[in-house]
């Protein structure tokens, strides 16, 4: 089972928005295979709490122009790891050290990755 098509064009909108706040090291799972709950987790790094900050809010707001509610969100009292979940997409925001520690990219290791499209984007941003 794959994610579906929905999902897929809903992580890039999160990672287009992570990537115009300086996200770090975005990576987009495919979890479909061992998880019925949801189909993809993005996840980003933050350099700090403000930016960590700063990623879940503009992840957010683009996600819910595009037409995506948001479900759940935790973390926000401390910067270090925000979870937004919207169903089909949780987004996982860390600072640098609370991503290494928990490493879901190990955790996950068996999911596949998803193509993100942002390096191309950002620098028609950078240029513009």
Known sequence: ??????????????????????????????????????????????????????????????????GAKTLRREGRSEGRWVLIDFGDVVVHVF????RQYYSLERLWSDCPTIPLAIGAEAGAEHTA
């Open 1 to 66: 089972m794959t994610a579906s098509s929905r999902a897929l064009e809903l992580v890039q909108v999160a990672a287009g928005a992570a990537d115009a706040k300086q996200a770090e090291d975005l990576v987009a799972l495919d979890v479909t295979g061992p998880l019925q709950l949801t189909d993809v987790f993005l996840l980003a790094t933050g350099r700090n709490e403000r930016n960590v900050m700063a990623i879940a809010d503009e992840v957010e707001d683009r996600m819910l122009q595009a």
């Open 95 to 98: 600072h640098e050290e609370d």
